[in-house]
C-alpha cells in the first residue's frame, strides 16, 4: 500500500514501480469529500503526478479524510492517472483552475464489496447499511490512527477481516496473473511484428532487383549504366517540389534536388495541378492530397512511383480540403486539420490501403489548418496553424 501524499504539504518519495503497487491512499477533507464522492474523481496538488501517473485502471484506491481522520474504501481506479481531467474541480463553481491537477477517475469495488456484504450477513456481525451509507462511496471506515499490532488483533477477534484480507491477496495474485498474460502476448505480438517488417523489406528489396533487371534488359546494358549515374531515388535524401503557385498560374510540376548529388531533376508532372496540398512518403512513393486552384478545393488524392515515374490516383478524401498537414504513422497515411475556404477543420483522415478508403481517426482538440504535422516515436505531432482567428502556437 503507498499513501499518495495529502493535501497539505508534500509527499515522500517511496520510487515503487506500477507493478509494486498494491494500493494508494487519496487525501480529502469536508471541504472537498462531497465533489470527490459525486464526480468519483480523486485528484492532488500537481508535484505529486510523479506518483499518481502509476495508477493502471483496477487498482485498489482509498481516500483519506483529514477532518475525522477516518480512511474511506474500497474503490477501483477506473482509469489511468492523468493531469486535468477535470480541469476546474473543487473550486467556487467550477470557475478557476483547479488546484488538484493529478487526477484519476474512481469505482466502486464491486468484487470486494460482495464479498464484504455476504461475510456480514453470515455472520451476523454487521447492520443493514443505513440510508446514508451509499454503496458506490463506502465500503468501510478504519480510523488512521490503529497501530499494526491492534490490526492484527482484531483480525483475530474478526474472522470476517481476515477473510477480507485473504480475498484481497486472491485479487492481486490474479491480476499479477492477467499482467504476465499480457506481457507473454505483448512480447509474442512484438516478435510477430518484427517478422513482418523483416519480410515486407525483403518484398522491397526483391521488388526493387526485378524492377531494375527489367530496365536493364530493356534500355540496354549501355543505357542503363546512363540513367542509373543519373537516378535520384525517393529513399536517398531528395526535397521534392510538388505543384505551387508562382504568382501567375497555378503549378503541376515535380521536381527533384537531390544534396548528396547537387543534382536537380524534373519528373513526370502530377496529373491535377494544385497548391495549398499536402504531401506523405510510403514505401518509396510519394502521396499528394487536396489542396486546390483559385478558390476551389480538392478531395483528390495521387501517388508517384519513382521506378516507374508515373502518377496514380487513389481513393479521394472524405472531403475537399486545403491547407492541411501529412504525415506517415506505422506505414498508415494522416492527413490533419485544414479547411475549405469557409470552414477549417480538426478533423484527422488515415488512409487504411486494406481497406482502400479514407477512415476519420481521432480528432483534434482544436480546428487549424496551414500547420505542420510530423511522425516522432510512433505519435503524431500537428503543431501551429491557424483556427480562423488567431495562429496556433
Known sequence: MTL????YGSSTTRGLWKR?????IFGTNETT??????KKLFGLPSPHFVYV?????????????YTNRTLLGIFEAASSGQMNIDPCAWTCEGSQKTPYPAQVVFTEKEVICMKLKELALNR?????????????SIVSTLTVEKKEDSLANSSKTHPMI????LKVQELMASK??????????????????????EAQAEIKKLKGMCNMSELETYVGPQEYSDLKANEVSLVDDPILLVGGYD???WLSSLDCYSPSQNLTKSLNPINTERCYAAVSKVDGELYVFGGGTCGQWFDTVEYYNPVADRWTTCPPLNRKNGSLAGATVNDKIYAVGGRNGVDCYSTVEMLDFDVGSWIPARSMLEKRFALAAAELNGALYAVGGYDGKHYLR
Open 247 to 249: 504568382g501567375g498560374s
Open 20 to 24: 509494486q503497487l498494491g494500493g494508494v
Open 176 to 197: 499479477v496473473m492477467k499482467k504476465a498474460k499480457i506481457n507473454h502476448l505483448k512480447e509474442k505480438m512484438a516478435f510477430l511484428q518484427q517478422k513482418l517488417a
Open 53 to 65: 501517473k502509476k495508477i493502471e485502471p483496477g487498482l485498489p484506491l482509498f481516500l483519506f479524510n
Open 162 to 165: 481476515s477473510q477480507l484480507i
Open 4 to 7: 499518495m501524499g495529502s493535501y
Open 33 to 38: 469529500i462531497n465533489e470527490c464522492l459525486s
Open 124 to 136: 451476523k456481525l454487521m447492520a443493514p447499511l443505513s440510508a446514508d451509507c451509499k454503496d458506490e
